[in-house]
Structure formats: C-alpha cells, structure tokens
C-alpha cells in the first residue's frame, strides 16, 4: 500500500506507517509544503496514495470526493499531539491496511472508525 502522510504530520511517523514494508512518504518529501489542499488531493491521485491527515477539510466528500483517490484518512486524535496520534494511527493500521481503501474516506478516532463509501450510500 502506498501511503502520503500530510505536512500536519510529524515525519517521525512515516517509520510507523510504512513499518510493515508499506510505500510512505510526505508532502514536504514531495516538495508540496504550503500548498493548497487541492494541490495535495490532485497529487495523492497521480500518485495513487493513501492521504493520511488530521486536516478536517479532506473529511468533506463535496470538497474532496473520495471516488477517484486510493483512499483518504483523517485521523482525529484526543489532542493533536505526537503521542496521541501516534497511537491513534497505530491502533487504526492494521485495520487500514487488511482493507481496500480505494474510492472511501476514513475518520479514525481512539476505539471508532468511520467509513464514507459513495459507492454503498447510493
């Protein structure tokens, strides 16, 4: 699975998300770093990643459809802090990457995860 961790992310995750032998890298590693959404969103679809941020603005399936993407995933820790979601995403990853995450959006909380699929909501 490749994955894209957002500029909101500590980069100290991608060791975490790419542990498994998973592709990850960043939006600064891309040279993307104060980019508008759309330019991120646009990338992560050329590229065919998996978005993984805590920029509720990729949560709005009008703004950022889900369907053309290899998947978006907000993760929407207790606190934005290191430890917090870190272990929100580590709880969240075995889910995410036993999943095809094509076409959906993902809102991780601690203990719940909520998927958007337009394909089954219509």
Known sequence: MKFKLDENLDSRLIATVAGSGDDADTVKDEGLSGQPDEVIYRACVAHKRVLITLDLDFANPIRFPPEPTAGIVVLRPPRPVLPMIQS?????????????????????????????DPDKDR
Not at 89 to 115: C, N, Q
């Open 88 to 116: 929100t995403l580590l709880a969240a990853l075995p889910t995410l990457k036993s999943r095809d995450l094509a076409g959906t959006l993902w809102i991780v909380e601690p203990g719940r995860i909520r998927i958007y």
